[in-house]
């Protein structure tokens, strides 16, 4: 059997600092908001090349407490609209509107499954007041023309970034670093993943990570001193600790995936089978390597059949959820065909030559 994601395999490679660190965290009985939560919120920030980094409980809400942030700051304020892409995980949803903000879904592009610029313009209102690109599967959104976008019509840049950790832009920036703030998810399948939840916010602006601190624990400032009506999202002491450890690999670890991308992409020839879109660069870091197929059940069974695992990310678009009424209205047609059809097939960096050889040779015979 060919896993779609071996986590256990992943995180057997740590596995002796994982035990060397954890009697550590356990001797220092300091478990809330300690020393690896500090070295890795700096750390992640050198990495990511911004001022901050806060580490939050998970992606979500590391995307509301920016969100919340900006209120509290008076830059946003309950009913603002804010564009998000209408094939993005729910989670993108969810956060707008726990924050009491308005989601306006703007239709995908079909050869990035990322935001169509020109859907983006055209659902610009008076009260728009924010963007959130979704960095999906791992490939940058097109951050260059939505900041030209949003510096026209004065709009923030929040970037989801839940499945981008190290993806780059051509000038050598990092996803984290290319909007107003971004929210990231250490959720254990993520290419810089946890043992648990946990997850972050990157900003450059002061003013936003203070009171973001202050938002991820009750409102503090310091103990038992509430100035904002605040939240309990606190990144784990103990997933920080795990982060540090795995995060000086993850750059390997994502030229890996590119490698077996490449191969993938090259290697896979199957006029049944629409293949990612890619330019070759560092804008990607495959968290997901995701295919398209018009009969996606058959062809989900025959992989099975040959012993190989694959998921679909997504099966329901956001606009159809029963979650969601107030979209069930609306059409999408590219995010409809994106739902319908995508299959993700298995990639990680320890996936061995003999498996994705395995994985070829089974789609190029479907």
Known sequence: MIPFLDLHKINTRFEAEFQLRFKAFLDSGYY??????????????????????????????????ILEGYKELGKLQEGDEVLVASNTYIATILAIKQAGMTPVLVEAEMETFNFNIEAIQEAISETTKAIMPVHLYGQLAPMTDISKVAKKNNLIVIEDAAQAHGAKNSNGKLAGNLGDAAGFSFYPTKNLGALGDGGAVTTNNDELAS??????NYGASSKYVNELT????????LQATFLN???????????????LARKY?????????????????DNHIFHLFVVRVKDRTDFIEYLKENQIGTLIHYPIPPHQQEALPEFNDLSFPITEQIHNEVVSIPISPVMSDEEVDGVILSINNY
């Open 32 to 65: 809330i908001l300690g020393n690896n939560v500090k070295a890795f919120e700096n750390s992640f920030a050198e990495y990511c090349g911004t001022k901050h980094c806060i580490g939050v409980a998970n992606g979500l809400e590391a995307l509301r407490l």
């Open 265 to 281: 992409i090259s290697e896979i020839n199957n006029k049944k089978i629409t293949l990612p879109t890619w330019d070759d660069s």
């Open 211 to 216: 009171v973001i601190r202050k938002l991820r």
């Open 230 to 237: 605040g939240f309990n999202s606190r990144l784990d002491e």
């Open 245 to 259: 450890i795995k995060l000086p690999k993850l750059d390997a670890d994502n030229e890996h995936r590119r490698g």
